[in-house]
């Protein structure tokens, strides 16, 4: 029963994840983008142990990260006056 309860909470952090990612990207939203690496940070590092090229995934979040900076509307950019 226990490893079908990690099982469970593995596929749902993914969809939650996944579905806050498109949100995210369709509303340009920094928010939404920081809440969906947060939640692919658990299910990736199952894949950190990986020896093959599943490895690469530990870099989703990070991305996603550097795109929700990117994305942020609400940043004032100082004036050079």
Avoid: H
Avoid at 26 to 32: A, G, I, L, T, V
Avoid at 37 to 43: D, E, M, S, T
Avoid at 50 to 73: Q, S
């Amino acid at each position: 029963m226990d490893f079908f309860l990690v099982g469970v909470i593995f596929w749902v952090l993914l969809s939650v994840a996944s579905v806050l990612l498109v949100f995210g990207l369709w509303k340009s939203s920094s928010k939404q983008l920081i809440m969906s690496g947060c939640a692919f940070l658990l299910p990736t590092l199952y894949f950190a142990g990986a020896e093959n090229w599943l490895r690469l995934l530990i870099f989703l979040p990070l991305v996603l990260f550097v795109l929700a900076f990117f994305t942020n509307k609400n940043r004032k950019i100082p004036s050079r006056n």
